[in-house]
């Protein structure tokens, strides 16, 4: 065999476990900036601030839309999907139509969604090696947060109203299609603009695709899951089970969900500075 078989031989190789060598390079990768401890804060922050800020939502949504109860019940029904674990919890609860109460709710979720936003922009700027003296200050990256949020908040209501859009105007497959797809799109935009915003780190949106379009899809997949868990588990559990599989039902579902959101970092990291093939040694 000579020389040019034999670099024949390994091109093929090397081709057939290019995969596997860039798989085992994004674990190593997740494992090497302690993937699993960022997402759990992530989780954590979002645990504390997404419940006052659907309360928020539904509070609102009842006051402007007192006078068309069909559509406010169609948004809120394609809210549910997008929140399927506590999507239930909206039926029942919303805070006072008090500019006082609204107040103080506004000023809790504020504080809890600052906080989820300061955990996600550590994250990925650890995750892109950005030093720190390239990272916002105290108030620049709290500033930052405001904006985001009025930008994340601005896009979940505009994807929730057209959803209930769509749920409105159609029935049956064309009722469930159109929320799939209303669903994937805000995600698609969601993490598009969370990873292009919530880093210092200097990527072209190229860079940044993978990574988006693969988070989307599996957060779309935890989405349907986490409405299969509430038909099959919460909705059959009696009043005390229920409460407890709804707390671990929805930490674990933010877990998953964060944890994709930085495994989704890590390939893009992975791919556009090529650190493969490595070995887990």
């Known amino acids: 065999m000579n020389i040019h078989e034999r670099l024949k031989k390994i091109d093929a ?10 798989g085992v390079a994004v674990i190593k990768r997740f494992s090497d900036d302690r993937g699993g401890q960022l997402a759990a804060l992530i989780a954590y922050y979002a645990f504390v601030s997404l419940f006052p800020l659907l309360l928020v939502f539904v509070t ?3 006051i402007v839309l007192e006078g068309d109860p069909t559509l406010k019940q169609s948004i809120l029904e ?11 919890q909206l039926r029942l609860h919303s805070l006072p139509a008090s500019g006082v109460a609204l107040a103080i709710g506004l000023v809790g979720s504020l ?5 989820v936003t300061n955990a996600t922009q550590d994250a990925f ?25 009025a930008l994340f908040g601005l896009l979940n209501i ?6 209930g859009f769509v749920g409105s105007s159609s029935g049956g497959t064309l009722e469930f299609l159109g929320g799939v797809v209303a669903a994937l799109l805000f995600n698609l935009a969601l993490f598009g603009g969370a990873f292009a915003l919530l880093t210092n780190a200097r990527v072209s949106w190229r860079e940044l695709a993978p990574g988006v379009l693969l988070a989307a899809v599996v ?6 899951v986490g409405g299969f868990y509430v038909e099959h588990v919460i ?12 707390v671990l039902g929805l930490l674990a579902w933010l877990y998953l969900g964060a944890q994709v959101t930085v495994l989704a970092t890590e390939v893009n990291v992975v791919r556009a500075r090529r650190l493969w093939p490595r070995s887990f040694l």
């Open 60 to 62: 609102v949504l009842g």
């Open 219 to 224: 957060w779309q997949i935890l989405q349907h």
């Open 111 to 115: 504080l809890g969604g600052l906080a």
């Open 158 to 163: 505009l994807s929730t109203t057209a959803a």
């Open 125 to 149: 700027n650890r995750i892109w090696q950005v030093p720190a003296r390239r990272r916002l200050g105290f108030i620049a990256t709290r500033l930052h947060g405001l904006r985001l949020l």
């Open 235 to 246: 909705k059959r559990a009696g009043p005390l089970s229920a409460t407890f599989g709804l």
């Open 78 to 88: 394609s809210t549910q999907g997008q929140f399927p674990i506590v999507g239930d």
């Open 13 to 22: 190789f090397q081709q057939r476990h290019r995969r596997l060598a860039f």
